[in-house]
């Protein structure tokens, strides 16, 4: 005995793909309020800025001896560009189609709440400045932490419903499995770690202005907090998740990049101090981490990948998608 499964109706998949494409359009637009925003508090972009006090005289103010350098401020262009990317490549997939619609969200692999937690981040990113202008330390120090925390929630998210639909979209959409890897799932690890070196930073500013832990011991802190951070990744892509986090490459050296701003901020010639010394030591064991992952990547074969069906009415039904193959009936046993 067989039953027909019917398709979704039409209104309620157009419902779902406008739900998705305005999720999207958010995003962008939330991006590049972000990016042009912060570009103009920068005054080496514009005489002046929007504030009466320049970033860095209010970083002189809150400094540790493991702060950042001026150099450090330029990332966030070039993190801000990637971000960008991979919104943009969102945006195309939604005029993208295969055998089940719209590529960016059949399968869904980034839903509509990833979109819009990217928003948030923005707008958290923009009041942080407000605040961080208006020296409210501990405010603005809070709205840091959001970053890193929904960061790391849209990279599980996207990790987690890539892997669970990666053996249909090799059969159908190879193309959106590489894209989702090294653009999506890369440029988010990059804005995840960065946001993180500067919100552990920030914390140990709350710490010492305003709870009295003095330095060095605070900057010790500080990086003793990273490299834990980083540690727990490196554990974590090579033996418990590694079948998820495995085509991420770009964490060690953003890692790399962060503290050699530290480094370079605290060097001094003739009078090194101790967690000088310290962050050049993380330095080398990021860069060994680094390597020995790309060894490992090397020496690992790909995993196996079993087919789910090459009939597009078959491997519909196995997918969470937004929209259906319309007219499609597939029988399905009793």
Known sequence: MARFQMAPQPGQNAHHVVLH???????????????????????????????????????????????????????????????????????????????????????????????????????????????????NLLAAVQLWWITPVFSFFMLSISYGNLHKHKAWLAINTPRVTTWTRYLTQNGLAVFAWWSLLNAVVGLGMVLKYRFGVQDPLISAIVLAIICVCALTWFLLQTFLLHKYLRYTFCVYAILVLGLGAMFTRSYRVHNMSSNTSFCGCLMLIMTCMSVVHLICECMRTEDSVMPLALEPYVTSSVCETVCQPEAKHKPQKC
């Open 21 to 135: 494409a305005v999720s999207i359009g958010l995003a962008v637009v939330a991006q590049m309020i972000s990016s042009i925003f912060l570009t103009l508090t920068k005054d080496s972009f514009v005489p002046d800025g929007l504030f009466q006090t320049p970033s860095w005289n209010v970083s002189e103010t809150f400094s540790l001896e493991v702060s950042m350098d001026w150099w450090s401020g330029g990332f966030w262009i070039m993190i801000d560009l990637w971000s960008l990317g991979w919104l943009v490549h969102a945006t195309v997939g939604l005029f993208n189609r295969n055998v089940l619609g719209p590529e960016s969200c059949n399968p869904e692999i980034h839903p509509p709440v990833f979109y819009l937690m990217w928003v948030v981040v923005n707008i958290a990113r923009m009041c942080s400045m407000f605040l961080w202008h208006r020296r």
